[in-house]
């Protein structure tokens, strides 16, 4: 009677799941996957916009997780410049170097804001990890565009690591170690979002966060904004 009941709940799924509009079984695939196979349909939604309307050649490139991806008016921050933002929420910073050749190499940009590296450590990854990642992009991207100016922006101080023990000391040494990587590589450059996002008692500034504790408020990319102003 069980084992009647398991299979019939099966074809059911089975059943709704044919029924669903591409998309939906796209949306569903997508996230089903495992490893960088999970953002391959944002990474052709990518190149089909860019084969709609190409960008420009010599732009910024905005690139990383969900403080990048929401970052929709990023061009009205920066008017002087084209920025390019291919920011897809949960983003590893592996996730980034898996589809560099794709999203990245391709718009040969003059700067690039590297914004990831949060998720990373939200996964179990730790800042070794984050910054062997990030040396590798690096790699990627100078061997093609040696020129490319890239700013790795520093893992900010969300409200939930603040109440965690050891998570702030994490992302603070995650931070340390993009710093160290930046110094050590022409064009590379980091910005210590971190610092800027703390009050004068170094604890997190709730203002520069939505409701979440995670994404940037608009006051918060204001800050970025102005850590970024004349770099590129």
Not at 36 to 56: K, L, Q, V
Not at 68 to 94: C, E, K
Not at 119 to 127: A, F, H, I, Y
Request: glycine share 8%.
């Amino acid at each position: 009677m069980s084992r009647c009941f398991t299979v019939r709940k099966l074809l059911v799924a089975l059943v709704a799941l044919a029924t669903l509009p591409a998309a939906e079984k796209s949306a569903q695939a997508e996230k089903s996957a495992k490893g960088p196979a999970r953002w391959e349909e944002t990474i052709r939604r990518f190149e089909a916009a860019d084969r709609a309307s190409p960008p420009p050649k010599g732009a910024v490139l905005l690139v990383g997780g969900s403080n990048a991806r929401r970052w929709t008016d990023v061009g009205t921050y920066f008017p002087q410049q084209h920025v390019i933002n291919r920011g897809f929420g949960g983003a590893l910073m592996s996730d980034v170097l898996h589809f560099a050749d794709r999203i990245v190499l391709p718009y040969a940009p003059k700067a690039i804001l590297l914004n990831a590296g949060g998720n990373d450590l939200s996964s179990g990854q730790t800042p070794e990890q984050v910054r062997d990642a990030a040396r590798a992009f690096v790699a990627r991207v100078h061997a093609a565009l040696p020129e490319t100016r890239i700013y790795p922006i520093a893992v900010p101080p969300v409200l939930r690591a603040a109440g965690l023990p050891g998570a702030m000391a994490t992302i603070q040494k995650t931070n340390a170690l993009l710093a160290e990587l930046a110094r050590s590589e022409k064009n590379v450059e980091f910005v210590d979002l971190f610092t800027a996002f703390l009050d004068a008692d170094g604890r997190p500034r709730t203002e520069l966060f939505v409701e979440d504790g995670t994404h940037f408020s608009p006051k918060g990319y204001a800050i970025l904004t102005g850590l970024l102003r004349g770099k590129f």
